[in-house]
Structure formats: C-alpha cells, structure tokens
C-alpha cells in the first residue's frame, strides 16, 4: 500500500506538470485574443478526441490546456496521461483510506474486494507515473529512432496495465452484494477507468505516428 509520503510527491508532480499547462478558463469570452488564438489547438483536440471511447468527456477534461498542448500529439497525449495520473492518484487515497475506516458489518466479501481494489489500485498510479515519465524524456536529443519507439512502446504497455488494473477493481465487487461502498467504489473508479481509456487511446494515435517508418 501506498505510504502518505509517496502520495504527496505524486500530487506534488501532478500538479506540477498541470500547471506547466496553463489551463484556460472554459467562461473566458471568446472576443479574447488568447481565446481566439487557441481555436485551432481546441479543434485539434476535439477531433483528436473523436479516436477514444469517450470523446466528450476526452474533450472537456483537456480542452482547458488548449494553449499550450498547440495541436501537438505528444503534448496532447502527455497531458491526457496527467490527468489520469492526478485522477487514479486521488482515487487511490480515497480506497486506502476508505479500506481503514470502513465498518464491512458481517460481510467479509466487502472487505476483501475493498482491500484488492486498494491494492490495484496502486499499482494502477505506478504504472500511470512510469508512462508519464518515458513519454516525459520522447523529446529529448537521445530520444529518437529505435529509442523512441521503444519508449512508446513502454507508455502503451504501462497505460494499458494501468487500465487493466482499473478494471480489475470492478471486477472484484461483482460478487459484493449491493451496498453504499459498492455503489460508491465502482462509480468513482468507472470514471477513472474513462479518462485512462481516453488517454490510452490518445497515447496508440500518437504511437502509430511515431512507429511510422
């Protein structure tokens, strides 16, 4: 299980390569200068957002960072990955915290599906972080030719183990009688289950450019 001091420095680097995005106001008016100038890179993201399974929810969650993803798919696909990093992450304190403080009554079935979805759960973040670092380094000197497409290749297995992970979760509540825990787990973990699905799907758009030969 996660320890506290873990989870402060991958809040701390969450947001700190959120804010190297500079998110832009959604009720900013569009007579703006900087709002008229990113209509372009809002474009590229909406219609980027059309190759995932949720495309409007792709489309709100990144739109804000418009200006400085400038319809770059590397951009675009390192962004969508901190999202689901910031979002995993949270979800991850909740379950270990929930996991301490939950009375399971009678049922040792909640206990356990609690337990390994907590435990999933932070391996989902660690393999989130490790696919937010490789694709971190893609733009440096070094990285390019057989390197590049092998640091591709570690953030699609990564994404996608973390997806996997993510699922496993809502798997283990399956035979959990319904209950308020139940209800309130699977809902919070389907949503991370979404943009980590939206931000695979970006990261395999951007991959088949890179692999391209």
Same mark, same amino acid.
């Given at each position: 299980? !996660? ?8 809040? &701390?680097?969450?947001?700190?390569? *959120? ?12 007579? @703006? ?12 993201? %909406? ?7 949720? $495309? ?30 910031? %979002? ?19 049922? $040792?079935?909640? +206990? ?12 989902? #973040?660690?393999?989130? *972080?490790?696919?937010? =670092?490789?694709?971190?380094? &893609? ?8 390197? *590049? =497409?092998?640091?591709?290749? @570690? ?6 183990? +973390?997806?996997? @992970? ?10 959990? $009688? ?9 809902? =919070?973990?389907? !949503? #991370? ?5 939206? +931000?695979? +799907? ?6 088949? !450019?890179?692999?391209? $030969?």
């Amino acid at each position: 299980m !996660k320890t506290h001091h873990t989870f402060s420095l991958l809040t &701390l680097l969450s947001a700190a390569v *959120l804010f190297h995005f500079h998110p832009i106001p959604a009720s900013a008016h569009s007579d @703006n200068p900087a709002t008229a100038s990113n209509s372009s890179s809002t474009d590229f993201i %909406r219609i980027s957002c059309k190759a995932t399974l949720y $495309p409007d929810l792709c489309y709100t969650s990144l739109a804000g960072y418009a200006s400085a993803v400038q319809a770059d798919p590397a951009r675009l696909a390192r962004l969508a990955i901190t999202v689901s990093l910031s %979002r995993a992450h949270r979800t991850a304190q909740y379950l270990a915290n929930l996991s301490r403080s939950t009375d399971y009554g009678n049922d $040792p079935r909640v +206990a356990a599906a609690l337990h390994d979805c907590s435990s999933v759960f932070g391996d989902a #973040v660690d393999q989130i *972080l490790g696919s937010l =670092r490789q694709m971190r380094h &893609l733009g440096s000197a070094s990285a390019s030719g057989e390197s *590049l =497409r092998f640091r591709m290749s @570690n953030v699609q297995t990564w994404m996608s183990a +973390a997806l996997t @992970n993510e699922e496993t979760c809502t798997d283990g509540f399956e035979d959990v $009688p319904d209950c308020t825990v139940k209800t309130d787990v699977t809902d =919070r973990v389907v !949503k #991370v289950k979404e943009v980590s699905s939206n +931000a695979l +799907a970006l990261v395999n758009s951007y991959a088949a !450019k890179v692999k391209r $030969p």
